[in-house]
């Protein structure tokens, strides 16, 4: 009873098994197989995806930029390319969602990297904000469909298309 069970059953309602895009998704680090990007207001993504998804791809960015064992990327840019592809960055992801949660928002924050800290959009400043679902943030778990990096896009086999 409330607004947040509510809140909580309107979203389940609209997004469970559905097709989601997700931007600035970034590795939540070290050996993580979830990287978070934004989706909505107050609204967050985690994808089941990691580098390790992609390491074909890395591979071949390696050998486009001509980097080896003894010899580093000839350009900052490159650095940045191989470094983000390394870790698990994407520009873009789809997929679909699985589950669905609340995490309370300093939970949010003391889980999440600094630098997707901003991932949560909280709207526009003339939104009343209801105070039972003020303090909380919806949190996606979508299964991948794809990815895509500044220099190469990756599909997973039998994934549907967004």
Same mark, same amino acid.
């Given at each position: 009873r409330g607004p947040l069970p509510a809140a909580v059953r309107t979203a389940s309602e609209r997004l469970l098994q559905q097709p989601v895009r997700l931007a600035n998704v970034v590795n939540l680090g070290g050996?993580?197989?979830?990287?978070?990007?934004?989706?909505?207001y107050r609204t967050v993504g985690?994808?089941? /995806?990691?580098?390790? #998804?992609v390491a074909?791809?890395?591979e071949q960015l390696k050998s486009d930029l001509l980097v080896t064992e003894g010899v580093r990327p000839a350009s900052w840019e490159a650095a940045v390319a191989?470094?983000? /592809?390394?870790?698990? #960055?994407?520009?873009?992801a789809g997929g679909t969602v699985s589950r669905l949660?609340?995490?309370?928002?300093s939970g949010f924050h003391a889980a999440t990297p600094d630098n997707q800290r901003g991932a949560v959009r909280l709207g526009p400043l003339d939104?009343?904000?209801d105070r039972a679902?003020?303090?909380v943030v919806i949190r996606l778990i979508v299964d991948p469909h794809w990815v895509r990096h500044r220099y190469f896009f990756h599909a997973w086999p039998n994934g549907g298309a967004l």
């Open positions: 050996n993580s197989s979830l990287g978070v990007g934004p989706y909505e985690y994808l089941k /995806a990691s580098a390790r #998804d074909a791809q890395v191989l470094h983000t /592809a390394e870790n698990g #960055d994407f520009e873009e949660g609340v995490i309370g928002w939104d009343p904000v679902t003020s303090n």
